[in-house]
Structure formats: C-alpha cells, structure tokens
C-alpha cells in the first residue's frame, strides 16, 4: 500500500491542472487514471469537433497550447496531443490504465482502493468528469423503438448514417454540432429537436468571451452583487464555424420534441408519424461520483455540497471540473486552473496545519 499527501482520481485536464499545482506544491501524489493513454475524454471526441476558442485561450496553468497549423480553433486530436505533452512536460506521475472502485475513511485520513492497488492520502481530489456518465431521458416509447439509439458518446461521423433518417435530440452545444455536422455532410435526413427553441450566442463570442463571463459572474457574487446570469443568460449555443453555416444555409430549423417513439420512428404532438431509423441523443452527463459512494455524501438531488472545490461533510476531498457547483468555469481548459490552484492550496494548508498523510 502507497502513503501520499493527495491522490487525484482522473487524469484529464482538471487532475493534470490539480497535478500541477500539487508538483509547484512539492506534495507527493499520483494521479489514478482509467484512460489507457493521456487525453481525457478529449480523445473520444467526434470527428469533427473544434474547440470554441483559439490555442492561446484554451491553456492550463503553466504552458500555452500551440497553435494548430491551418486552424483557428483546434481539434480535439490537437488537444490530446496538448494533454499528452502537458503530462511527460511536467512530469506528471499518471497511472494510465487504473480505474478506482472506491473512496473510504481510513482514520485520519483516506483510502483509495483500485483495480490496481490500493492508496493512503491525507487528502483526495475527485476530477472523474462527466463523459463515462452520459444521460438518457426517459423519453416514452425509447424501449419500443427498432433502430438504432445513441448518446453523444458513440456519435463519430455522418458517414456512419448515409442514406437514413436522424433525429438528434438536444439544445446545447453538442446537439447543433453534431446537427450541423449531418446537416453540411448531406448523405443522411436529419431532424433537430430540442425542448424549446434553441438560443444561439452571437456570432463574435468564442470561448474567449465565455470565460470572461463566467469570471465577470463569479466576482459579481463573492462582492455581494446582483447575479448577472453568466453565460445561461446570453445563449445556450456557442455559433462556431460549422453551425453558423449550417444555419445561414438554413439547416438548422429545430422542431419541438416529438411526442414519443414508436416501433419504427416517432410520433409528434399533432399526432402525426414519421418512420426514423436513428436517434442521436445530445442530452447531457451527470457526474460520474460513483467512486465516492462509501463516503455518504450526496444530499439534495444527488449532489455533493461543496464550499469551492471542498466537499461541506468531508473537508479532505475536492472535487474538481464538474461544473460551475464545483468552480466556475472548471469543466473548461481555461477555467480549471484557478479551481485546481485553490484546492491545493486548501489541502496544502491542511498539511500544514498537521494533517500527515496517515500510517
């Protein structure tokens, strides 16, 4: 059994961030992670998807991501090229290939127990994401229809879909990406649903923008100010390339949810039916938490209560780049440097303050 000062659990771009500041920190750690090789989730992109804002706004502490030759937003291989040298650059110790099963109170300190071994920390930082916790909705009908159903997961290219019917089911960011994507492609019909009429930001407003946003939010309520809204109250659609010419091209003509699925397609609210042989569902993710259960956290709606990055009912876990609840801006490249750098610093000053890793 390994004694370290911290174990981060993921090894994406929020633990290598956590990773960073835990080396500038000169703590001992490592950081556990299921992927086989460096990426994150990144590496499971569509192939098609380009990051929102340009390499330089799209950095984690300490090194800026090069720009992509040809490109003025990257592509998600460029990123887990980015991660991969972030790690070896700073010498990250990542586990590749060791995926946590779960996280106990062990004395004063806690147990971390994986498929590959087990640890002892003073302190843990929970940076799981999202991607491995993809959402469904218990739409009516789903169990009765005969095609194919997939979430934004398992979505790749429109080749895949030449010649058939789709509905892709989602509002956000990755329901009129991969809508535009068939939509410009052109092999495949599609159909764009949404449960209210989507909201595209304007067109001059990148990742760049959202991120100050974002802060411009955050410093509104630690000063005591009104809430400006953030990002929600612009838009839910960030305009880059492909969806803007999907939409000039008027390809983008969301309908309103359809009533259930059938055997074969689906049924719309004027009782009208339609034969489809595919539903991509860009629905959404939940946090994939399932490692912390032991610990007996969750409270309203599932989510762990958390004051920043620390979680209220156990102050030796963070979590980390889970959304806004867990640091503004952290689930972003950009904005999880700031989060990752106050939870070191919080487990650094536990340290201090005599919190040794446990015997």
Same mark, same amino acid.
């Given at each position: ?45 569509? #192939? ?157 407003? #990148? ?19 009104? #809430? ?132």
């Amino acid at each position: 059994m390994t004694v370290l000062d911290v174990v981060v659990i993921g090894g994406g771009q929020a633990g290598l961030a956590a990773g960073y500041h835990l080396r500038r920190r000169n703590l001992s750690f490592v950081v556990l992670d299921a992927e086989a090789s460096p990426g994150g989730s990144w590496q499971h992109m569509w #192939d098609s998807l380009h990051l929102f804002s340009p390499a330089e706004h799209s950095s984690l502490p300490g090194r800026l991501m090069p720009a992509q030759a040809g490109e003025t937003y990257p592509d998600a291989r460029h990123v887990v090229d980015y991660l991969g040298d972030y790690e070896k650059r700073y010498d990250l110790p990542v586990q590749h290939g060791t995926r946590v099963e779960a996280v106990r109170r062990d004395g004063g300190g806690l147990l971390v127990e994986a498929d590959t071994g087990t640890w002892r920390a003073a302190a843990v930082i929970s940076a799981t994401g999202t991607w491995s916790r993809p959402f469904l909705p218990a739409a009516p009908g789903r169990a009765d229809f005969a095609g194919r159903q997939l979430h934004t997961v398992r979505y790749r290219s429109p080749a895949e879909f030449a010649g058939q019917h789709v509905v892709v089911v989602g509002g956000g960011n990755s329901g009129a990406q991969i809508a535009a994507d068939l939509a410009l492609d052109g092999r495949a019909r599609m159909t764009w649903v949404t449960q209210r009429p989507p909201r595209l930001l304007p067109d001059a407003i #990148d990742g760049r923008a959202l991120f100050d946003v974002a802060t411009a939010r955050r410093q509104a309520l630690e000063a005591g100010l009104p #809430d400006t809204g953030g990002v929600a109250a612009l838009g839910d659609i960030v305009a880059v390339p492909p969806v803007r010419a999907a939409r000039d091209a008027q390809l983008l003509d969301a309908k309103p949810m359809f009533d259930r699925l059938t055997t074969h397609g689906v049924r719309w609210p004027d009782g009208s039916a339609e034969d489809v042989d595919a539903v991509i569902w860009c629905t959404g993710f939940r946090p994939a938490l399932s490692h912390l259960a032991p610990l007996n956290l969750r409270r309203e709606r599932g989510r762990i209560p958390t004051e920043g990055t620390r979680a209220v009912h156990e102050p030796r876990l963070h979590l980390l780049g889970y959304g806004d609840w867990t640091g503004p801006a952290s689930a972003t490249l950009i904005g999880v440097g700031r989060p990752a750098r106050d939870a070191v610093r919080e487990i650094a000053a536990l340290r201090q303050h005599g919190a040794s890793p446990p015997q």
